[in-house]
């Protein structure tokens, strides 16, 4: 079991940057590959960004890809997804989400976070 506690969420206008955390505890971090996730309003949850358990290996979605860039500290236990050039559409509760394998699939992850909410304002 991993517990996952996202933070860094906030309010920024259209352009401005963000960096997300998620702080890992129990199970041992560098068993899983780490996943970022969201959800807008009435939305489904949708892929953000991947890394491999080793940090070497990163994967965006085509909405991000660019502007999004997530890395990870294993000697901190924790993910980070910085967030540069946001656009309104980017608003919507940011998860992190653990998986022992590599995928995309929501249905891999095997642990999540509570979310934090990022809202870009136009």
């Known amino acids: 079991q991993v517990h996952l506690v996202e933070s860094g969420g906030g309010l920024v206008q259209a352009g401005g940057s963000l960096r997300l955390s998620c702080a890992a505890s129990?199970?041992?971090?560098?068993?899983?590959?780490m996943g970022w996730f969201r959800q807008a309003p009435g939305k489904e949850r949708e892929f953000v960004a991947r890394?491999?358990?080793?940090?070497?290996?990163?994967v965006y979605a085509d909405s991000v890809q660019g502007r999004f860039t997530t890395t990870r500290d294993n000697t901190e236990n924790a993910v980070y997804l910085q967030m540069n050039s946001l656009k309104p559409e980017d608003t919507a509760t940011y998860f992190c989400?653990?998986?022992?394998?590599?995928?995309?699939?929501?249905?891999?992850?095997?642990?999540w976070g509570q979310g934090t909410q990022v809202t870009v304002s136009s």
């Open positions: 989400a653990a998986a022992t394998r590599w995928s995309r699939a929501l249905n891999e992850y095997e642990h």
């Open positions: 129990g199970r041992s971090f560098t068993d899983f590959h």
């Open positions: 890394i491999t358990a080793s940090g070497v290996v990163t």
